[in-house]
């Protein structure tokens, strides 16, 4: 099963600095990564997926076999930004679902 | 399609109280997660069913916890009885097998045990 981490519990950056979300994973297959994002209250949505290589809201994400990492990236932080965020693997492995876990997550903060 | 839906959004009930939370999954999704989140845990998985057969449930914190699907359409998950510490918000997610699929996310239940 493809397991995740994310080593910082909460990142606090100014409005327009960069920001970097770190996530690792443990697998030794070809690994499918999601990012998930939770605004105050609300559920958890998807965000990115890195097999489409898509940008949303400004932020990217690269999947990078070498670090085996697939950490979020936005060049410039926006206060709307301000949530948790996680890094997940697909909810599926071989034939089946296999859980879908998350871990700790990430508490985004964007001071003004 | 109109998404997750979970009902009620908010539950407040009295300790000892038969609780019943649900969940419509979108259709098409061939597996559903049940999840609570509280501050101190984080995002727990509970249980997840696929084709509508529980596959695992080594999340589910007591006996005093049940879910169940009885067709593609509609999961439960029960507590009896509740108790204080069960207050969270719990989730449910649906999702299907393929590339590139994530899941998808309930807005919740918020339960308070009083």
């Known amino acids: 099963a493809q397991r995740v981490t994310q080593p910082e519990k909460l990142l606090s950056v100014f409005k327009g600095a960069p920001v970097e979300l770190k996530c690792n994973y443990s697998?030794?297959?070809?690994?499918?990564l999601f990012w998930y994002v939770q605004y105050s209250r609300q559920r958890l949505q998807l965000l990115l997926r890195?097999?489409s290589r898509e940008s949303i809201k400004g932020f990217t994400a690269d999947l990078n076999k070498g670090e085996t990492s697939f950490h979020l990236k936005k060049p410039f932080a926006q206060e709307e930004d301000s949530a948790m965020y996680y890094c997940?693997?697909?909810?599926?492995?071989?034939?089946?679902?296999?859980?879908?876990?998350f871990g700790k997550g990430t508490h985004l903060i964007i001071q003004p | 399609d109109a998404g997750v839906i979970q009902s009620p959004r908010h539950e407040v009930t009295e300790m000892g109280q038969e609780v019943t939370l649900r969940c419509k999954p979108i259709?098409?999704?061939?597996?559903l997660f049940w999840y609570r989140q509280t501050m101190m845990r984080g995002l727990e998985l509970l249980i997840y069913?696929?084709?509508?057969?529980?596959?695992?449930d080594s999340g589910m914190p007591e006996d005093r916890f049940s879910a169940k699907m009885p067709n593609a359409s509609f999961s439960t998950l029960k507590i009896q009885p509740s108790e204080p510490r069960d207050s969270a918000v719990y989730f449910c997610?649906?999702?299907?097998?393929?590339?590139?699929?994530?899941?998808?996310f309930g807005q919740g239940t918020r339960l308070t045990v009083v």
């Open positions: 997610a649906s999702s299907r097998a393929g590339q590139g699929f994530g899941a998808f």
């Open positions: 259709s098409g999704h061939n597996s």
């Open positions: 997940a693997p697909l909810p599926y492995s071989g034939g089946g679902a296999d859980g879908l876990t």
């Open positions: 069913f696929n084709n509508n057969v529980p596959i695992d």
């Open positions: 697998y030794s297959g070809s690994p499918e």
């Open positions: 890195h097999i």
